[in-house]
């Protein structure tokens, strides 16, 4: 395929790759990021068919009673169920246990197999949801969606950042999230749509997520596998063919003999896991465990997954609270387009910080709003009904824009190649652990902490912006090479981590030492991004 686009010169240690931004990488982004459209639908899907009476009636018969009987309850305490918050969360516990199976097909068969493993449990998932007949089968039905999300986020942003050029790396990794957004949004329309088709609908809800599955499916056969896990796994010849195609360019003898050394250094390392444990490489661990933690603690998913079941407690009625969640889905996907087009201008750090100022900001005015305007446990006005979405929307924008996108973005472009796929496993399974936390969670909490739940949400927002503030460097444009130098080194307290000492020890110490020597590990680690 012919060239298209502007050349993307890139200068590790002062050698210059040609690269061009080709039709053919942004299709194959595309179709890979698609796994990011499934994971988005199953966020989406499950709060709206939670809060269909037809699926209540037949799987959550006490739920559903409740629910007809809110009168006599706290409208917060509706949907406060052990078994319906973990027809949600089950799925992101079988996503992390299925991360580590993942990590092991990633490094050994490749991201194209695992991409297209996680499309296959989808497919499975999918079946079995929406011909489910008891709970059991339902929950099977779950975890197999899940073990789809765990396989599907360990291989697809290792995949993105590795195909896609540098000077676009950061708007192209970010076609996973948004496309998280556009299945949540699609989500949202279709159980808009499906609400009023009794007693079927939530079934045609569930099983519309065969499109998403089978676009992921279809999609991880034809595209190409990056040239990263190409040659490390010895296949250079067509590493270098993959390369020459992606690049749109013949001229890839550097760029291709950078990865040839990647991938030696990468296979020095035994024991990936374990090596990022050590001293040196624990900047990277602490802030990938830290931004997926606050990521989830910011309660983006708390809203995500049961929005219309939070609009419905708040004294929306089905109708409007589907309608709610519409409109705060598309704030999702157009706030995600601008991450995209900010992301590698105005930096990381810029994003997060004024992110932070706008939701916690949004969260106490909602919180002071049904503290005021819902007491007695009454109906909320039409008028403060409105603000509240006004509100919701605030925060949903401000997070799509920073801590959604970057959460993964960050952790994909710090770590080395050699624990590349170890600390993409780590960045996935600390991120499902708190997600399920949350949705398992987040039902109960609401019935106890009523309006609280967010000011709950506002305090951890407070103490994400000042963790950015003083511990997350900016990573914009900086070469991977050039991370020690340009980012650990100059750091307050990381510097503390990366001395020289640190960076020559024990049995790995070798490929660190070849770093600091001739830097030839550190532009093995840029390249491997490309």
């Not at 942004?26 to 179709?31: A, G, Q, Y």
């Not at 007693?199 to 499109?211: D, K, Q």
């Not at 990277?284 to 219309?308: D, E």
């Not at 003083?470 to 990366?498: D, G």
Request: charged content about 15%; proline content about 4%.
């Amino acid at each position: 395929m012919p060239a298209a686009g502007f050349a993307v010169p890139v200068a590790p240690g002062g050698v210059e790759f040609e690269a061009r931004i080709t039709p053919y990488v942004i299709i194959t982004c595309i179709m890979a990021a698609s796994g990011g459209l499934m994971f988005g639908y199953d966020v989406g899907i499950s709060g709206g068919v939670t809060s269909m009476n037809d699926f209540l009636e037949k799987f959550f018969p006490v739920v559903y009673r409740k629910k007809i009987e809110s009168q006599d309850n706290s409208p917060y305490c509706k949907y406060d169920n052990q078994g319906l918050q973990l027809f949600t969360s089950s799925l992101y516990l079988a996503g992390l246990i299925a991360t580590f199976f993942a990590s092991y097909t990633t490094r050994v068969w490749g991201r194209k197999p695992t991409m297209l493993i996680a499309g296959i449990f989808f497919l499975m998932g999918v079946v079995l949801n929406a011909a489910a007949q008891d709970l059991a089968m339902l929950i099977v039905g779950r975890i197999l969606l899940g073990c789809g999300v765990g396989f599907a986020n360990q291989a697809v942003p290792l995949f993105l950042s590795e195909v896609a050029p540098t000077r676009i790396r950061g708007g192209l990794n970010i076609l996973f999230q948004l496309n998280v957004t556009i299945g949540i949004l699609f989500a949202n329309l279709v159980n808009y749509g499906t609400e009023k088709i009794t007693p079927w609908g939530w079934r045609l809800s569930l099983g519309l997520a065969a499109i998403p599955a089978l676009l992921l499916t279809v999609g991880s056969i034809f595209i190409v596998e990056t040239p990263n896990s190409l040659i490390e796994r010895g296949l250079l010849e067509e590493g270098k063919v993959v390369l020459k195609k992606i690049r749109g360019t013949d001229n890839v003898d550097p760029e291709f003999n950078e990865l040839l050394e990647a991938s030696r250094i990468a296979a020095s390392v035994k024991h990936p896991f374990r090596n990022l444990l050590k001293r040196r490489n624990r900047p990277q661990l602490i802030i990938t465990m830290c931004l997926q933690f606050f990521q989830q603690f910011t309660g983006i998913n708390a809203i995500m997954f049961y929005a219309p079941v939070l609009f419905q407690t708040l004294g929306f009625k089905n109708d409007a609270s589907l309608y709610s969640s519409v409109i705060t889905g598309a704030v999702n996907v157009l706030s995600t387009v601008v991450s995209i087009y900010s992301v590698d201008k105005v930096g990381r750090r810029v994003l997060l910080l004024e992110a932070g100022v706008q939701m916690f900001v949004s969260q106490v005015i909602i919180a002071i709003l049904l503290a005021t305007g819902m007491k007695n446990d009454e109906e909320i006005s039409k008028g403060i009904a409105i603000v509240i979405v006004l509100m919701v929307c605030t925060f949903v924008s401000a997070f799509a824009w920073s801590w959604g996108p970057l959460g993964w973005l960050i952790p994909s472009e710090t770590f080395p190649l050699e624990t590349r796929s170890a600390g993409q496993s780590v960045t996935v399974c600390v991120n499902l652990l708190f997600t399920f936390v949350i949705a398992q969670a987040f039902l109960s909490m609401l019935c106890h902490f009523k309006y609280g739940i967010f000011l709950f949400f506002a305090g951890w927002v407070l103490i994400m912006s000042t963790f950015v503030l003083f511990l997350l460097p900016e990573t914009k444009n900086v070469p991977i090479e050039e991370m020690i130098e340009k980012v650990w080194r100059k750091h307050w307290l990381w510097k503390n981590y990366v001395t020289d000492a640190d960076l020559i020890d024990d049995e790995d110490g070798d490929a660190y030492g070849n770093q600091e020597n001739g830097k030839a590990n550190g532009k093995a680690y840029h390249n491997s991004q490309l």
